[in-house]
């Protein structure tokens, strides 16, 4: 069966949640029988998100083939199970770079470059590529930004040309709109829904369908005024409520008949739907009982999507042990020596994510020695890892001269560093191993006992290694190095065995919990600060 395309817009505000709504679409499909894969296409001119501040963009999530891509891709991977690779993240800084470059290889034959039709074909052969490369059922793609954004504009003329070369039967438009609730009135206003359609139907697409976003009931009169006026059928208008759980999003559209009237209209030969699980999942997530206190130690805490995997992680793994996590969100810079037992006493575990710089790193340190210390829980992530190895050095090794040389190129014993010489036979992505790389496990270590296997993969973003040539010291003064590359002998995973639970990775884990597979990593610290605030 030939790939069907599903285009996923929004319009009147940003934020509305297009990503989730896309992955709620996803997932009711997938459980259907279908293969589902997902693309997003953002209209900024950067190449990817990697060199863009967290201020800016939130985190930077890396597929498993090693792309930087949106955050959004998390969600998508994280609903519907799949890993997605870079074909599925497009932005128009990719679409320009790679136009400008057939221009200057003559490519064109000397043809005047312009907007249609050179760009919008390469945004459709790109949209093409990912489903050639994923040969899935249906691609649904996502739109970043809002109808009316200038940026958008060729990204909204591929889509509707590609009706025109797929056929009606192979693409389906969905609008996202903003429903606003005037509290003061008490009313819900949808007009800002029929302007929005109206930019895209000035756009040449009409969409198929339309999802409400409302943080109240829209009564049935609302509903078929929205029909009417947008020129959609009533049974392809759908609300989104503002849900308190999440995860409900795909039960209460499934429930509306949004998976139905999808594959009804592209005609797709599907099986009934089958959510016991994801229903099971949500029931118990909703039963959680008592909440853990996970301390996060970062540079960016005041922008929480700079952590959203990371926050995702903690909560699939707080759900599998039926608690709450209450993430206590400690900027690192404000952690001193003085105040560091204060900020850190009602924490059950402490959590240090990836990060680059040295700002902060100080106050991070500080949160490790803290939890070696005092016998708390602590789980390290990339940078987390490299700073655990530094504090080690400093403190238990007495090493005063050791240090990243990230931080201090100098410095007398670089613990951390580039080691290019340690990267011959690995592919980098630009200056940073990117994506995943395997990674063996020794024989009775704590990460071993929580993977369940000999071999892992898991994904990579950083610059900085370990430097091997000080492994012995480390493990004479108690260190185990418990996850080794099997292809550069670079370390993966340390860990103390006289710790009630203290393990750091070089890799990032929070990129492969799901919701109903949590992370090993994030698992094993969770139930490790369950048994703390038990006493244990």
């Known amino acids: 069966m030939a790939t069907k395309y599903i285009f996923v817009t929004g319009g009147v505000v940003s934020s509305l949640g297009k990503g989730i709504f896309a992955s709620s679409l996803g997932l009711l499909l997938k459980s259907r029988g279908l293969k589902v894969s997902m693309m997003k296409l953002d209209p900024y ?273 707080g759900a599998e042990v039926g608690k709450h996590i209450e993430i206590l969100w400690i900027k690192s810079s404000t952690i001193t020596p003085e105040n560091v037992s204060t900020i850190l006493k009602d924490a059950q575990g402490i959590l240090v994510p990836g990060g680059f710089g040295e700002r902060g790193s100080e106050g991070k340190k500080l949160a490790i020695c803290y939890a070696r210390e005092n016998k708390i829980p602590f789980l390290g992530i990339c940078f987390g890892m490299q700073l655990a190895l530094i504090e080690f050095a400093q403190n238990v090794l007495h090493w005063q001269d050791a240090d990243s040389a990230e931080f201090d190129p100098q410095c007398g014993r670089p613990v951390i560093d580039l080691l290019r010489g340690q990267y011959d036979g690995i592919e980098l992505g630009g200056t940073m191993r990117l994506g995943n790389y395997p990674c063996l496990l020794k024989d009775g270590s704590l990460a071993k006992k929580l993977y369940q296997k000999e071999e892992i993969e898991e994904r990579h973003r950083h610059r900085y290694e370990f430097n091997s040539r000080f492994k012995k010291d480390f493990e004479d003064a108690g260190m185990v190095f418990s996850g080794i590359n099997p292809d550069s002998q670079l370390v993966e995973i340390c860990e103390l065995p006289t710790h009630p639970f203290f393990i750091a990775s070089q890799f990032h884990p929070e990129f492969t919990s799901r919701p109903l597979k949590p992370n090993p990593l994030f698992y094993g610290f969770i139930s490790a600060a369950l048994k703390k605030s038990k006493g244990e």
């Open 45 to 317: 001119l950067n190449i990817d998100p990697g060199t863009m501040s967290p201020y800016q963009h939130g985190e930077v999530f890396v597929t498993a083939d090693g792309a930087e891509t949106d955050l959004d891709l998390g969600h998508y991977e994280r609903w519907i199970d799949t890993n997605l690779s870079k074909e599925c993240s497009l932005t128009s800084g990719k679409i320009y770079m790679s136009v400008m470059e057939k221009e200057r290889r003559g490519d064109y034959l000397g043809a005047c470059i312009q907007v249609i039709p050179h760009v919008t074909d390469e945004i459709k052969s790109k949209i093409r590529d990912a489903a050639k490369a994923a040969k899935p059922d249906v691609l649904i793609c996502e739109i970043g930004g809002t109808v009316g954004d200038i940026e958008s504009l060729p990204f909204l003329e591929a889509i509707r040309e590609m009706r025109l070369e797929e056929g009606f039967d192979s693409t389906f438009y969905v609008h996202n709109t903003l429903v606003p609730y005037l509290r003061a009135a008490e009313e819900t206003k949808t007009k800002p829904t029929q302007h929005s359609v109206k930019e895209l139907l000035q756009l040449g697409i009409q969409p198929d369908a339309i999802v409400l976003r409302t943080e109240v009931p829209l009564s049935e009169g609302q509903l078929s005024k929205i029909s009417l006026f947008c020129n959609v059928p009533s049974k392809g208008v759908f609300t989104a409520l503002d849900e308190k759980v999440v995860y409900d999003l795909p039960l209460h559209l499934h429930e509306q008949g949004l998976d139905d009237y999808v594959t009804e209209r592209l005609k797709l030969e599907a099986k009934e739907a089958d959510l016991t699980r994801w229903s099971k999942w949500v029931d118990s997530f909703k039963e959680r009982k008592g909440t853990l206190k996970i301390a996060l130690v970062g540079k960016y805490v005041e922008l929480k999507d700079a952590y959203l995997s990371v926050k995702s992680a903690l909560v699939h793994a």
